[in-house]
């Protein structure tokens, strides 16, 4: 029984130092990464490689708990090749990731919430050998909707997240495509 008592005593303790910043705090991490996006519904495309750049409060509530919010430009789309064409849908959002940080270890976050965003451009790109050409999309939903799923690590207030972003909301009007998206970024936090 000491035993038991014991083990359980350590891990309490053990369990008061996961958070890499005090209760009750508050910071900003200005971010930037990459994206690697593709959509659903599509045969036979390769991801849209793009950027990701904002910042994200986060709110340290408990040893092991903190919530973020924050606001990303963020490129995504698809591309795909027919022939000796290659078409590039380019579709740029704000998103704006509301996410509970679950802290297992000092440092280290496991991530989930939901991700509103907003069209800002959606343009497809098509080349064919010497020639190109750009057109609007008219028919992209303002609105998308995401499940940002991951972890991130925090070294010295630097943070290394990587998400996945599954999407939950028609890209087009008339498809069934959704963006799904890598997004690998590097931080750093202040302390506010």
Same mark, same amino acid.
């Given at each position: 029984?000491?035993?038991l008592f014991f083990v359980a005593s350590?891990?309490?303790?053990?369990?008061?130092?996961f958070a890499q910043h005090e209760v009750g705090t508050l910071t900003l991490q200005p971010k930037v990464g990459v994206n690697i996006a593709n959509m659903s519904e599509t045969d036979n495309?390769?991801?849209?490689?793009? !950027? +990701?750049?904002?910042?994200?409060?986060? /709110?340290?509530?408990? %040893? @092991?708990?903190?919530?973020?919010?924050?606001m990303l430009y963020s490129q995504q789309g698809v591309?795909?090749?027919?022939?000796n064409i290659t078409s590039t849908i380019k579709a740029d959002y704000i998103n704006i990731p509301v996410v509970a940080n679950i802290y297992v270890?000092?440092?280290?976050?496991l991530k989930v919430g939901v991700q509103p965003g907003f069209n800002v451009s959606s343009k497809l790109k098509v080349s064919s050998g010497s020639?190109?050409?750009?057109?609007?999309?008219?028919?992209?939903?303002s609105f998308? !909707? +995401?499940?940002?799923?991951?972890?991130? /690590?925090?070294?010295d %207030? @630097?943070?290394?997240?990587?998400?996945?972003?599954?999407?939950?909301?028609?890209?087009?009007?008339?498809?069934?495509?959704?963006?799904?998206?890598?997004?690998?970024?590097?931080?750093?936090?202040?302390?506010?």
């Open positions: 029984m000491k035993k350590m891990m309490m303790l053990s369990l008061g130092a495309a390769d991801p849209r490689i793009g !950027f +990701a750049v904002g910042g994200e409060f986060e /709110y340290q509530a408990t %040893n @092991f708990l903190s919530l973020s919010a924050g591309k795909y090749e027919v022939g270890v000092k440092g280290l976050a020639t190109s050409g750009s057109t609007d999309v008219d028919n992209t939903n998308d !909707f +995401a499940i940002p799923v991951g972890l991130s /690590y925090e070294y %207030n @630097f943070v290394i997240d990587g998400r996945y972003n599954i999407g939950m909301t028609k890209a087009f009007d008339g498809s069934d495509s959704k963006h799904n998206v890598f997004q690998f970024t590097l931080g750093y936090k202040f302390a506010l």
